[in-house]
């Protein structure tokens, strides 16, 4: 009879080496994803990560997640990082005050010409100089001459009323049309706009202005207002204008004398081809 050969007892089980390496595994899984949200530098996804590997070793079931708490942000005021210098900002608000000045003169200037504005003989405007008041040589000169008519006198009266009543600086400018003149009285449109600017003039430094702040000026036809193709513009061109300019500083106390000097001029060797 054969005898059968022991079985052997062996209750070691040999797969048991998985549990430790899935183990491993799932640490290394959670080393990586822990890296991973660390290098992405966002706290709030660091924060539930912490939590959620807090929870599945510890066991929770119901994770806290922590409330973040609102901060109220006030909005702050804009700040320039330019500073206005304190003599530019003075300089602005005098400009301001000028302009604002020199618009309520402009104003008085044409209520008082308001009849005379009406009937297109007269313009106030104000520019980037001052203010100026365009007056048709119609209205003040018989044609081709440099003698006031007898209605000039109370125009420059009224005005110089108005201009006597501040100490800005005044240019008297002529202006002719572009019809050429030559009479053994005026040789060119230059000396009857030059003459007529001068005759204006002196007649407001006879209505009280201070001639120190009168000057007079010849631009003959070089400054058109109007197109010279009709006589309507021809007559638009022939005025006189009584500019009122903005305050400025003293140019004498810019004056800067230029010497002559010596130029040395340099040697030129010429080149030999």
């Known amino acids: 009879m054969i005898r059968r050969k022991p079985l052997d007892d062996d209750d070691d089980n040999s797969d048991r080496w998985l549990v430790s390496y899935a183990d491993f595994i ?8 822990v890296m991973y949200a660390i290098s992405s530098v966002n706290l709030s996804k660091y924060n539930a990560l912490t939590n959620a590997i807090d929870t599945a070793f510890s066991g929770d079931s119901a994770p806290t997640v922590p409330q973040q708490k609102k901060i109220d942000v006030k909005p702050q005021p804009e700040k320039s990082l330019i500073k206005p210098l304190p003599l530019s900002y003075l300089y602005q608000e005098k400009s301001k005050r000028e302009r604002e000045n020199m618009a309520k003169l402009g104003v008085d ?51 110089a009323v108005i201009l006597n009543a501040n100490q800005r600086l005044i240019q008297v400018e002529g ?39 009168l000057s007079a000026l010849g631009y003959g036809a070089t400054q058109p207002i109007s197109s010279s193709d009709t006589e309507f513009g021809r007559a638009k061109n022939r005025r006189v204008s009584i500019m009122i300019l903005y305050e400025t500083k003293n140019e004498l106390q810019d004056t800067l004398e230029i010497k002559p000097q010596e130029v040395k001029l340099q040697e030129i060797t010429p080149q030999v081809p």
Not at 131 to 147: E, P
């Open 26 to 33: 799932t640490l290394l899984f959670a080393f990586f994803v």
């Open 109 to 159: 200037l044409s209520n008082k010409l308001a009849l005379m504005i009406q009937d297109g003989k007269v313009q106030v405007m104000q520019n980037n100089r001052g203010v100026r008041i365009d007056i048709n040589d119609s209205v003040l000169f018989n044609s081709g001459s440099a003698d006031l008519a007898d209605s000039a006198v109370e125009i420059i009266n009224e005005i």
């Open 175 to 213: 202006h002719t049309d572009d019809t050429p003149i030559h009479t053994h009285q005026f040789y060119s449109n230059w000396e009857l706009s030059a003459v007529r600017a001068s005759t204006v003039v002196r007649m407001l430094n006879a209505a009280g202005v201070v001639e120190t702040r």
